[in-house]
């Protein structure tokens, strides 16, 4: 199962922060710290798994999975059952499907779109288990909620005078 999923920068300010166990928010903010310098020692060359949560999540059983991407670190803390290799290579179809989101993703877009980060990481993870990581089928569920989304801006209506806007309050107040 997947604990957490952790985005931050190479400073250690968090970008993202998805827990599926719960936890209160300062023991977050201390698992985001302590995972932030476990892996912002390590070197390019070391491998991209640590063994041995229970420093941070107080689970022996716990690993660190990770991969360095220009100025962020994408984090899963993930137990035994999880396998390394299938991890990483969920953190990958990640970041392509947010490439192909934001046309080259980058730190800003984290920030400034961070629903719509949400959003893909809801349609690849629920509760902790994988549902889905397949790209195509992914970026087919985002189009389909762009149209969505297109569809209801188009309902609204533009020009709207004092009288209609009132009604329209009024009757939602009532109901």
Same mark, same amino acid.
């Given at each position: 199962?997947?604990?957490?999923?952790?985005? %931050?920068?190479?400073?250690? #300010?968090?970008?993202?922060?998805?827990f599926y166990?719960?936890?209160s928010e300062?023991?977050?903010?201390?698992?985001?710290?302590?995972?932030?310098?476990?892996?912002?020692?390590?070197?390019?060359?070391?491998? +991209? %798994?640590?063994?041995?949560?229970?420093?941070?999540?107080?689970?022996?059983?716990?690993? !660190?999975?990770?991969?360095? =991407?220009? #100025?962020?670190?994408?984090?899963?803390?993930?137990?035994?059952?999880?396998? $390394?290799?299938?991890?990483?290579? /969920? !953190?990958?179809? %990640?970041? $392509?499907?947010?490439?192909?989101?934001?046309?080259?993703?980058?730190?800003?877009?984290?920030?400034?779109?961070?629903?719509?980060?949400? =959003?893909?990481?809801?349609?690849?993870?629920?509760?902790?288990?994988?549902?889905?990581?397949?790209m195509s089928?992914?970026?087919?569920?985002? $189009?389909?909620?762009?149209?969505?989304?297109? +569809?209801?801006?188009?309902?609204?209506?533009?020009? /709207?005078? =004092?009288? $209609?806007?009132? #009604?329209?309050?009024? #009757?939602?107040?009532?109901?």
């Open positions: 199962m997947i604990e957490a999923v952790l985005i %931050f920068n190479l400073h250690g #300010t968090p970008r993202l922060s998805k166990r719960h936890y300062q023991k977050q903010q201390q698992i985001i710290r302590q995972v932030y310098q476990i892996v912002a020692k390590r070197g390019e060359a070391v491998c +991209n %798994f640590i063994e041995g949560g229970d420093t941070i999540l107080g689970d022996k059983s716990l690993k !660190i999975i990770y991969r360095h =991407y220009a #100025t962020l670190y994408i984090v899963f803390c993930v137990d035994s059952s999880e396998s $390394e290799l299938a991890i990483l290579d /969920l !953190i990958q179809v %990640f970041v $392509e499907i947010l490439d192909k989101c934001f046309k080259n993703v980058c730190e800003l877009d984290l920030i400034f779109h961070v629903d719509k980060v949400h =959003y893909v990481l809801n349609e690849i993870i629920i509760g902790g288990l994988v549902i889905d990581n397949s089928s992914i970026l087919q569920s985002l $189009e389909e909620q762009k149209k969505l989304e297109k +569809n209801e801006i188009n309902k609204v209506p533009v020009k /709207l005078d =004092y009288y $209609e806007i009132m #009604t329209i309050l009024n #009757t939602r107040c009532h109901n």
